[in-house]
């Protein structure tokens, strides 16, 4: 499957602090999803972006699918605790119906 | 009652072994799959199942090897175990839904297997 580049690979962020990652690629992709996986547990399901340009809100979190449909943006506001973990990027590119994900963004929140 | 369930969550053996690793997933889906996670917590499909049948199979080693007795299952068999084989397995299910677009999977905990 495409490897997708996620940035930035971790974040440390003070309690209360917004948290922004983002995941590129050079293949078009019709679906872009966001997944958060927490310490010894498999990835849960965020956010799901299914048109080009839309923005879609789950609480805090925020994500947007690329205009040009080669990257999505995720971002967290005011955040706790609770949010550490490791948010992956993922879709099917239209040229492939097997997922492929970016390599995660760990985030660690001081409070 | 857990969704997706994997056994063992924790595997420790020598290389050489044979091991298997287990999934169940009560959801009803009709699609299970295999993801590694490997050290630095990239994850890549292996098998995609859809009602016993094999739809994906990656590049992998021919000493892995999935068996589906029913939809709710999907097991994951390794012949051979090698230290490179060290990882996090999940397996994954899906409802299909037969329509465009993609079908949400739903992860189980993991297992992680050390080979020594």
């Known amino acids: 499957g495409q490897q997708l580049n996620q940035s930035p690979q971790s974040m440390f962020i003070q309690e209360g602090e917004d948290v922004s990652m983002n995941c590129t690629s050079s293949?078009?992709?019709?679906?872009w999803l966001w997944y958060k996986q927490e310490p010894g547990e498999g990835p849960v399901l965020l956010i799901a972006?299914?048109?080009?340009?839309e923005l879609t809100s789950n609480g805090r979190l925020t994500a947007q699918f690329g205009i040009t449909r080669k990257d999505s943006f995720l971002n967290i506001s005011a955040s706790i605790p609770s949010d550490v973990g490791i948010y992956f990027c993922?879709?099917?590119?239209?040229?492939?119906?097997?997922?492929?994900f970016g390599a995660g963004t760990t985030v660690t929140v001081r409070a | 009652d857990t969704a997706v369930s994997q056994t063992p969550k924790y595997l420790v053996t020598q290389m050489g072994n044979d091991k298997s690793i287990k999934c169940e997933q009560n959801?009803?889906?009709?699609?299970m799959y295999w993801y590694k996670q490997d050290s630095k917590k990239f994850l890549k499909i292996m098998f995609s199942?859809?009602?016993?049948?094999?739809?994906i199979n990656e590049t992998v080693p021919n000493r892995f090897s999935p068996k589906s007795p029913d939809k709710a299952h999907l097991n994951l068999h390794i012949n051979s175990l090698e230290l490179g084989d060290s990882a996090v397995y999940f397996c994954a299910s899906s409802q299909d839904t037969g329509g465009p677009g993609w079908d949400e999977q739903f992860f189980g905990p993991g297992t992680r297997l050390t080979v020594l």
């Open positions: 993922a879709g099917p590119p239209s040229n492939d119906y097997k997922l492929s």
């Open positions: 199942y859809n009602n016993k049948e094999l739809i």
């Open positions: 972006l299914y048109k080009a340009g």
């Open positions: 959801l009803g889906h009709d699609t």
């Open positions: 293949s078009i992709f019709n679906t």
